[in-house]
């Protein structure tokens, strides 16, 4: 006989054992060769090594769906268990299968998917490679898609751990001394990256990542000397790291890491004398294989309908400029 400890990670220890233990006696009911001990978030299995490694395989499924749908009930431990037929989409019938694409449910019951061509190719980059390079102007997407395939990843048992970081570069002001601890000097340069967070990670639950160092929000410099394992590190607005700190980044992964950079370089916000290291990151990185470089664009837009214009306004000036 053997026996394992499971903890429970991905789905709340509430929601897993369900009113009056429904669900966790379901589950016991479809493994007899096994005998639980449940105790807040552990979970311990004793049984053959063989009916351990199936209760983990369905335990996975378990919590892909429950990732997918943020939900928890008789139907989805059913379908995880193999008791009854996952739903399929029907070719060419939108809306057959509402949960095809959706990579979360997010806090406010809102489904977050990729929602553009180019993001859906950012999505399959990152199953394929272990570096995505995400390039392109303000509002497509890029760090939410971003943050996005990292809290999947960490939901699904993919990788332990997500690091979230960005160049402290102030965008055009000079804001002079911040009050406050080190945390607090950072944060309004970090508060994309939590803002995204938030949007698919309940507060408390984010609060206790945080806390755990499950999910680590830091300057880019902060980076120095680290090697990066067994994470999804992203980091955000690139285009306002120089030659040497992108370098410095890059050579931080370890055997099981993968990254995601994303940038602008219409928008670099460092000083005058300081060069921006993506623009040749991205031309001396570009065939090296395990590394992807997705370009986005002004139809990959999702915010505001008139940000679209914007860019391209702003485009059509600067190519005046240039024929001057």
Do not use: W
């Amino acid at each position: 006989m053997s026996e394992k400890i499971y903890t429970l990670e991905v789905i709340d220890p509430q929601t897993f054992y369900g009113p009056n233990n429904l669900y966790l006696d379901l589950i016991k009911s479809r493994f007899p060769k096994l005998q639980f001990l449940a105790r807040g978030e552990q979970i311990k299995i004793v049984g053959d090594i063989q009916s351990l490694e199936d209760f983990g395989e369905k335990m996975r499924s378990m919590e892909i769906l429950f990732a997918k749908r943020n939900e928890f009930n008789e139907h989805l431990i059913l379908e995880a268990l193999g008791g009854i037929e996952a739903p399929t989409a029907v070719s060419g019938k939108p809306g057959e299968d509402d949960t095809k694409d959706v990579l979360l449910i997010g806090t406010r019951g809102q489904k977050i998917k990729a929602r553009t061509k180019n993001q859906r190719k950012m999505l399959e980059a990152a199953k394929k490679n272990d570096v995505v390079f995400a390039i392109g102007p303000a509002g497509t997407g890029k760090t939410y898609t971003a943050v996005a395939i990292a809290v999947l990843a960490l939901k699904e048992r993919e990788i332990r751990r997500i690091i979230l970081t960005r160049p402290a570069v102030e965008a055009g002001e000079n804001l002079g001394f911040l009050p406050g601890d080190l945390k607090e000097k950072i944060d309004p340069y970090l508060r994309p990256l939590y803002d995204a967070l938030e949007d698919m990670i309940p507060s408390d639950k984010l609060k206790s990542m945080v806390e755990s160092r499950t999910v680590e929000i830091a300057p880019l410099a902060f980076m120095r000397g680290r090697t990066l394992d067994n994470c999804y590190v992203i980091l955000d607005e690139a285009q306002n790291s120089t030659d040497l700190q992108l370098k410095m980044f890059l050579t931080r992964m370890g055997p099981n890491a993968k990254l995601i950079i994303t940038g602008d370089l219409t928008q670099v916000d460092l000083p005058r004398k300081q060069m921006s290291g993506l623009g040749k990151a991205l031309r001396i990185l570009d065939n090296i294989k395990g590394i992807s470089i997705i370009q986005l664009d002004t139809d990959d837009v999702v915010r505001h309908r008139l940000v679209k214009e914007i860019i391209q306004a702003y485009d059509k000036d600067s190519d005046c400029e240039k024929d001057r």
